[in-house]
């Protein structure tokens, strides 16, 4: 059943009521226009309209409350579907990165990496420092959301990211000066091809 209908039968069912109120009392004042005194007549028809009033009142403060009920528990939900219709009013790209914005963490994030490669190459015997700095390329391209089309590029660059990672964690306590040329060497190749795949995103 509707909330419309309970509503109409709630309002018939408090007219029945009230209705019946009224003719109860006036029949409990049983009063006769014809041989009882005016003032008694008179008196008799007020008390029955206090007792309608009354009744009138407590009909209008249940369904007040009804009413205030009803908003209560429907305004969550009414909030929560406007704010899903304005989340897809206002378009899917809610919360993701732009072109521009996924081109400029990855360029930050290659402008880290090769500040730690250089690191690197300089201090030789504290590679675990150019590590750390190099670990800080992930801060940016970590909260990246990244479009649809998107999502392939990201995912290949961040395997990249990671190769470099790892190579520059290997330099870590590496004593043989050609595996050390060789893990610089691969990081600058890998950084290389980063950065020729994020010029293709430029626009």
């Given at each position: 059943?509707?909330?419309?209908?309970?509503n109409?039968?709630?309002?018939?069912?408090?007219?029945a009521?009230?209705?019946?109120?009224?003719?109860?009392?006036?029949?409990?004042?049983?009063?006769?226009?014809?041989?009882?005194?005016?003032?008694?007549?008179?008196?008799?028809?007020?008390?029955?309209?206090?007792?309608?009033?009354?009744?009138?009142?407590?009909?209008?403060?249940?369904?007040?409350?009804d009413?205030?009920?009803?908003?209560?528990?429907?305004?969550?939900?009414?909030?929560?579907?406007?704010?899903?219709?304005?989340?897809?009013?206002?378009?899917?790209?809610?919360?993701?990165?732009?072109?521009?914005?996924?081109?400029?963490?990855?360029?930050?994030?290659?402008?880290?990496?090769?500040?730690?490669?250089?690191?690197?190459?300089?201090?030789?015997?504290?590679?675990?420092?150019?590590?750390?700095?190099?670990?800080?390329?992930?801060?940016?391209?970590?909260q990246?959301?990244?479009?649809?089309?998107?999502?392939?590029?990201?995912?290949?660059?961040?395997?990249s990211?990671?190769?470099?990672?790892?190579?520059?964690?290997?330099?870590?306590?590496?004593?043989?000066?050609?595996?050390?040329?060789r893990?610089?060497?691969?990081?600058?190749?890998?950084?290389?091809?980063?950065?020729?795949?994020?010029?293709?995103?430029?626009?």
């Open positions: 059943m509707s909330t419309n209908t309970l109409v039968t709630r309002v018939l069912g408090l007219g009521l009230i209705t019946g109120t009224g003719a109860a009392a006036l029949g409990l004042f049983a009063v006769d226009t014809k041989t009882d005194a005016a003032s008694v007549v008179v008196a008799a028809y007020a008390s029955v309209g206090v007792i309608v009033a009354a009744a009138l009142l407590t009909a209008a403060i249940i369904v007040s409350a009413i205030r009920a009803r908003v209560a528990v429907n305004a969550p939900t009414a909030l929560t579907a406007l704010g899903r219709r304005s989340a897809v009013q206002g378009g899917v790209s809610a919360g993701v990165s732009d072109t521009t914005e996924f081109v400029a963490a990855w360029h930050d994030a290659l402008d880290v990496l090769r500040g730690a490669l250089k690191e690197s190459e300089q201090y030789v015997d504290d590679q675990l420092t150019a590590w750390l700095d190099a670990c800080a390329s992930t801060h940016r391209t970590a990246l959301q990244p479009a649809e089309e998107q999502r392939a590029m990201h995912a290949r660059l961040q395997a990211q990671r190769l470099v990672l790892g190579r520059f964690e290997s330099l870590i306590g590496e004593e043989d000066a050609r595996a050390r040329m893990s610089r060497a691969e990081i600058a190749y890998v950084l290389e091809a980063m950065d020729r795949s994020i010029h293709l995103l430029k626009v």
